[in-house]
């Protein structure tokens, strides 16, 4: 981050929130102003006065329970949230990684349902660099505020979705979207 910027992470669990503070040095050294929220991130932008304030930029989902994105993350009603938390041209960032679903048709039938524009890139990974590959998936409300991504070939359009299969709080199933191995 730079000076001038605020930086807020939603961490659910506190040992990682404390685990972050006090073994790696991003934080303290950053020239943003960071803060560390501990709790569900969605519930937290609900109800916490100062995300309810706040219209950000850029926000991240980067979230994992066993291997999967959490699903209550991936709704239409949380989408709903983040936008209205989001700067008019701001973004919306998805790490979509995972072994055993393919997540993008899943973004791509919210967008549709959210009249939103997108676009997915996969990162390949690297044994010798230690990094895994990893699958991004970005939102915006006007295809004008992807800016540079909607030119760079490697972010690619995401698959046409389907408005009336975007998954919903009280029905959703990511069955749809098992990767067969």
Not at 85 to 93: C, E
């Amino acid at each position: 981050g730079r000076s001038g910027q605020r930086i807020t992470f939603y961490e659910l669990d506190p040992a990682v929130a404390r685990v972050a503070q006090r073994s790696f040095r991003y934080l303290a050294e950053s020239a943003a102003s960071c803060q560390v929220v501990l709790g569900d991130a969605r519930q937290q932008l609900r109800q916490d006065p100062a995300a309810r304030a706040a219209r950000y930029d850029l926000l991240i989902t980067d979230a994992f329970s066993s291997d999967a994105i959490p699903l209550h993350l991936l709704t239409r009603e949380a989408l709903a949230l983040y936008l209205e938390r989001l700067a008019p041209q701001g973004l919306l960032l998805f790490n979509l990684s995972n072994r055993y679903f393919y997540l993008p048709p899943v973004l791509g039938d919210l967008a549709a349902a959210l009249g939103l524009h997108g676009r997915a890139q996969e990162i390949a990974g690297d044994a010798a660099l230690l990094r895994e590959r990893s699958l991004w998936v970005v939102l915006a409300r006007r295809e004008a505020d992807l800016g540079a991504l909607a030119a760079d070939p490697r972010w690619r359009p995401l698959p046409a979705g389907r408005p009336e299969r975007a998954l919903r709080d009280e029905r959703g199933s990511l069955l749809p979207a098992l990767r067969p191995r």
